[in-house]
């Protein structure tokens, strides 16, 4: 029986019991080890031990990107909220709610536009925090206006990816992302400029077998699980045991799929570097 709840009053118990934040120390899901949330957020969200790469929210990965973490927003043209009028245990419309309200995004795809070491980007981010950073119409529609305002700005577009695959409460209309997104890659591709692609812990379904594979450039972050299906769904269907680390950047950088892994503390120089490669503009213009 605990005496401060049952015998002392409200008054005073409020004086001896002190609430502490939950998010204080945040755990490390490889390692075990705590980590306190400042140090964790001041090293970009990387476990200083560990070296695991836990997931960034998009605002802050624009943050870090962005010269001076400045940028401007790319609107996006609305769509139809809830085309199936979908229910499972909740209705979607409640899901979306909830997921805005959270991350304070209106969907899984952030886009924005500005100087990064002063050379014009665009980047789309991919949160996962939002419905697992599934694709759905809204976050389709996102890709496809951050693809043709780059193609009209003149500015390499990079994309941080992040998902668990295509929205199911939007069926078709969910998959049908994949060609239109396809498409205004395709339309970028024509006007000769940079498409580069950063795949992120965890990024797999119907957003790998679509735009997440198609850049110019793919880089991953370290330990990120990148693929179609799971692992497990894999070794169900197959009935072998997969190699260790199947599906995991380095694994799949061994193998053909990725072209870079890149530690987050240097992705913002690695993609700098790369959008003026591809550009062909010279290094002095980098700030």
Not at 34 to 62: C, I, T
Not at 182 to 191: E, G, N, Y
Request: proline fraction near 5%; include cysteine; charged fraction near 25%.
């Amino acid at each position: 029986m605990n005496w401060i709840s049952n015998v002392v009053p409200p008054k005073i118990r409020s004086f001896l019991r002190r609430e502490t934040p939950e998010n204080l120390w945040v755990k490390c899901p490889e390692s075990g080890q705590l980590v306190f949330h400042k140090d964790l957020e001041a090293n970009h969200f990387v476990v200083p031990g560990s070296g695991y790469h836990m997931r960034m929210s998009a605002k802050l990965r624009m943050a870090t990107m962005f010269d001076d973490g400045k940028w401007d927003e790319i609107a996006v043209p609305d769509v139809i909220v809830d085309p199936l009028k979908f229910r499972d245990e909740k209705r979607y419309i409640d899901k979306l709610k909830e997921a805005r309200l959270r991350t304070g995004m209106a969907d899984a795809v952030q886009l924005g536009y500005g100087l990064l070491q002063g050379a014009s980007v665009t980047i789309a981010v991919q949160d996962f925090d939002f419905i697992g950073g599934s694709l759905g119409l809204a976050a389709g529609e996102a890709m496809v206006a951050g693809l043709e305002s780059a193609a009209e700005r003149g500015s390499p577009f990079v994309l941080f990816a992040a998902s668990g695959g295509a929205r199911m409460q939007e069926g078709m209309f969910s998959l049908m992302q994949m060609p239109r997104t396809t498409i205004a890659v395709q339309r970028l591709r024509a006007k000769k400029l940079p498409y580069i692609v950063v795949l992120t812990n965890p990024t797999t379904g119907g957003v790998t077998a679509s735009y997440a594979m198609l850049g110019d450039v793919h880089l991953a972050e370290p330990g990120a699980l990148i693929g179609f299906a799971g692992p497990r769904v894999i070794e169900q269907t197959v009935r072998e045991k997969l190699p260790a680390g199947f599906q995991r950047a380095e694994y799949l950088k061994d193998h053909g799929m990725v072209d870079v892994v890149v530690h987050r503390k240097d992705m913002r120089e690695t993609v700098a570097r790369l959008c003026r490669l591809l550009t062909n503009a010279p290094a002095a213009e980098a700030a």
